[in-house]
């Protein structure tokens, strides 16, 4: 399985961030079929003594068409969020976009309305930096 171009960037940017890496990639089982998502990450909430667990996709964006990269990181985005949901697993799911790609196109309404219609969740990272600069949830 190929990695993202960003893959590296995205990881340490959630490790500077507090999240301890737990799957890389992840795999995500449910009646004897697999898919396999980035990452899966957790950390501690102080104020609860629990664990916020996350799975993350990651996509650059950097293809000829940005629809047509949508339209393959939607699909494996519901796929993965159906997986999960099948299996029981309460991890949330985000789309890990460089903060690049989102001003260059997740900030165009039509994008935006496409985004809450399928309850996207966004990570928003700083590549250069290796940080976190938005959660976005629908």
């Not at 494996?76 to 790609?101: G, H, I, N």
């Amino acid at each position: 399985m190929a990695r993202d171009k960003i893959h590296d960037a995205v990881k340490q940017a959630l490790i500077n961030d507090g999240w301890t890496i737990l799957d890389d990639p992840f795999r995500i089982k449910f009646e004897g079929k697999m898919v396999a998502a980035d990452l899966r990450a957790e950390r501690l909430i102080y104020l609860t003594r629990d664990n916020e667990r996350i799975v993350v996709e990651i996509k650059s964006f950097i293809g000829r068409s940005f629809i047509k990269d949508l339209q393959s990181a939607l699909g494996q985005y519901q796929m993965y969020a159906f997986f999960l949901s099948a299996s029981e697993q309460t991890d949330a799911l985000y789309l890990a976009v460089s903060e690049a790609a989102y001003e260059r196109e997740f900030t165009d309404s039509a994008v935006q309305k496409l985004l809450a219609y399928f309850q996207v969740r966004l990570l928003v990272v700083d590549i250069l930096n290796e940080e976190i600069t938005q959660w976005i949830t629908q």
